[in-house]
């Protein structure tokens, strides 16, 4: 179902967007720790931290969410879980912003072209040569494909599979 959103719908700026939210974190941390700590063994620190403390503090709340769904009735665990694991999945807006490099290489304006690729990548385009435009595009579709589409699916399998463990062990534990 989260797959089938994501295709009709995509990622729309109007909704609140937990990857968004994490993004903000990062940020906010960076300029504090650079801040507040200025050894940069100590920066390492605190960066490994964070790299910890963001992923296991989604997770908890990604399971707190489910479970308070859940508590209510399978049916909204269910809805919260295709809801999260939605704003997850990047294929549709990958899609779109390669398409519009893609309209535009073929409309050979290059002009366009730069603009379009730097939606989706981080460097710096305005001297990107075509063929650097399609390696750039091609590049960001490997990565966000493992990022946007393959890694949530994988969390969200182990999640499931946890969850079902959870349930069984609890299963037996109450017979």
């Known amino acids: 179902m989260a ?10 700026r109007w909704f609140p967007h937990p990857v968004r939210w ?24 605190a960066g490994v931290l964070l790299a910890v403390a ?39 807006d990958l899609i779109d912003h390669v398409v519009s490099v893609q309209r535009a290489l073929q409309s050979v304006s290059l002009m ?7 939606k989706i990548v981080g460097r710096d385009t305005e001297e990107m040569a075509e063929s650097d435009i399609v390696r750039a595009t091609v590049e960001t579709i490997a990565e966000s494909t493992a990022d946007g589409i393959m890694a949530p699916l994988f969390y969200l399998v182990l999640g499931e599979l946890h969850w079902r463990l959870h349930i069984r062990r609890s299963a037996r534990w109450t017979r």
């Open 3 to 12: 797959c089938l959103l994501d295709a009709a719908v995509g990622d729309p």
């Open 112 to 118: 366009e072209a730069r603009a379009a690729v730097a």
């Open 22 to 45: 994490m993004g903000a974190i990062v940020n906010w941390c960076d300029r504090r720790v650079h801040q507040l700590l200025l050894s940069s063994t100590k920066q390492r620190m």
């Open 54 to 92: 963001l992923p296991a503090g989604a997770y908890a709340a990604g399971t707190l969410l489910i479970r308070f769904g859940s508590s209510i009735d399978p049916v909204w665990g269910s809805a919260v879980t295709v809801l999260l694991t939605w704003t997850t999945l990047a294929a549709r």
